[in-house]
């Protein structure tokens, strides 16, 4: 995510539209780690995920109505980023 912004704040500055393509594999990965870590946040306790290391994936720091959480949010901006994208990248 945090690559996204410097290169999309730069593409901006420059009026460059020749960056999109070359956005869509960081979208695509950053999705899929937010995917990833959403549907280990939905594992029960006891599944023992064991890629997470010391800080357990398993918590939820924020989680509002039950299922907005934080890999929740990124996984949203991700969608809404490559949806502008795909947008910019039409001819009008």
């Known amino acids: 995510m945090y690559p996204l912004t410097l290169l999309l704040g730069i593409a901006y500055l420059r009026n460059d539209r020749s960056i999109v393509p070359y956005l869509y ?3 695509i990965i950053g999705a899929g780690f ?6 280990i946040q939905k594992l029960p306790p ?4 064991s890629a997470c290391g010391l800080v357990p994936c398993q918590s939820d720091y924020l989680n509002w109505f039950g299922w907005l959480t934080i890999p ?3 996984l949203t901006a ?6 502008l994208l795909l947008q910019i990248r039409k001819p009008s």
Do not use: W
Request: proline content about 5%; glycine content about 4%.
């Open 25 to 27: 594999p960081l979208i």
């Open 34 to 39: 937010s995917l990833y870590h959403s549907i």
């Open 46 to 49: 006891e599944a023992g995920v």
């Open 72 to 74: 929740m949010l990124a």
């Open 78 to 83: 991700f969608v809404i980023i490559l949806m």
